[in-house]
């Protein structure tokens, strides 16, 4: 990946639909993005099964990798 600066973004999808986009800048090194459990329109995101994928852009070019991530309330 990148050795300078560039963007992180985190979509959180449910059944395919997007719940949540977090954007953030980032450096080489390891990072912490974080999801609270909302939907982008500000409501509790409801237990369930959720892909997550992080996607990193910077200079030299975008990586991505998406898990599985399981919500119970």
């Known amino acids: 990946m990148a050795t300078t600066a560039g963007q992180g973004t985190m979509t959180v999808r449910r059944n395919g639909d997007v719940v949540a986009t977090v954007r953030t800048r980032v450096r080489v090194g390891t990072h912490a ?23 990193l852009r910077g200079a030299s070019g975008t990586s ?10």
Not at 36 to 47: C, D, F, I, L, M
Not at 64 to 73: D, E, F, M, P, Q
């Open 64 to 73: 991505a990798n998406s898990a599985l991530l399981v919500v119970t309330r």
């Open 33 to 55: 993005i974080r999801w609270n459990g909302r939907t982008s329109g500000g409501r509790v995101a409801p237990a369930g099964r959720y892909t997550v994928t992080i996607t």
